[in-house]
């Protein structure tokens, strides 16, 4: 199926709480709307606002927990990169779904690996997956990225590893891959030089979001060549990609179809990976609320 439409993004009043971890962390998440809860976890250079249209959309019929996962507003700081453990993040998304009573779960890309984990756990929770940021049948070249880009992490070198991961990643526009690594990296070092001004409600700032990337690309090699556990998904599932992300996402998203015959699914019409977040971003809010709505009524 596909879906599009025309619906004004709606306006929303977002209120901020948090809530403590098992071990002790606290994470911030934001509510809005009003009915059964639904929460939504964002992936990787996003924050709880990245999704603030899409929550705005669902508020008329659900309450909608938008969090920043740790590195971002008030959740606290990631352990050094050595300690991760991904694990902590389902954790922390548990922790949010305890405090609120939510009974669903919206995962979008590395976010997404982090609620099919949570799903795992507890079968009893309806959970949503767009796009999650799984390697499968060599889909992607991961070793050849992690290769690159560890080193750079690890020499605190920001630009650098935002450039690898932007292109080892397939994010972005596809011609900045003909562009020479010099320019890219100049381009990245200027936009985190200005990095100031008002955040929005739930937003993070550049360097906050430049920093936590190393994480997220954790989260996608550790669950690398995984793909089969999600088999064991017993609760309510939908399975959302979009019709112009990369190959590997859509690849993913086809093998769990396969593992979950019993899931729903749907495509975003005329979409990227950045479907689910606001319309400035890149974002088609309005269509992955109509596909959600439709899902949550069932």
């Known amino acids: 199926m596909s879906f599009t439409g025309t ?3 709606a306006a929303s009043v977002l209120t901020s709480h948090l ?12 509510s809005t709307g009003a009915g059964p809860g639904i929460v939504i976890v964002h992936g990787t250079m996003q924050s709880a606002a990245s999704q603030s249209e899409l929550a705005g959309l669902l508020a008329g019929s659900h309450t909608v927990h938008l969090v920043n996962r740790r590195g971002r507003g008030r959740s606290g700081a990631y352990p050094a990169i050595g300690d991760y453990d991904p694990a902590i993040e389902v954790d922390d998304m548990a922790a949010v779904v305890r405090a609120t009573g939510a009974g669903a779960v919206l995962g979008i890309s590395s976010g997404g690996i982090i609620a099919a984990e949570l799903g795992l756990r507890d ?9 999650p940021a799984l390697v499968a049948d060599g889909s992607l070249d991961l070793d050849g990225f992690l290769a690159e880009f560890r080193p750079e992490v690890a020499r605190g070198d920001v630009p650098a590893y935002m450039v690898t991961a932007l292109l080892g990643t397939q994010m ?3 011609f900045l891959r003909f562009f020479p690594r010099r320019m890219l990296e100049s381009s990245t070092r200027k936009m985190m030089a200005k990095d100031a001004g008002p955040l929005p409600v739930g937003g993070a700032t550049m360097a906050e979001l430049a920093a936590d990337v190393p994480y997220d690309m954790e989260i996608v090699a550790r669950y690398a060549d995984r793909i089969d556990r999600y088999r064991m998904l017993e609760g309510k599932t939908l399975l959302i990609s979009a019709e112009k992300s990369p190959a590997y996402l859509r690849h993913a998203v086809a093998r769990l179809r396969e593992l979950l015959p019993g899931a729903e699914s749907a495509s975003i019409a005329r979409a990227g990976h950045s479907a689910t977040q606001n319309r400035k971003e890149q974002g088609r809010p ?8 439709a899902w949550l009524a069932l």
């Open 7 to 9: 619906t004004d993004v």
């Open 19 to 30: 809530t403590t971890s098992t071990d002790g962390t606290p994470i911030e998440y934001f």
């Open 123 to 131: 079968p009893n929770l309806a959970v949503a997956l767009f796009e």
């Open 172 to 174: 972005g526009p596809g």
């Open 286 to 293: 309005e269509d992955v609320a109509s596909v959600l709505r």
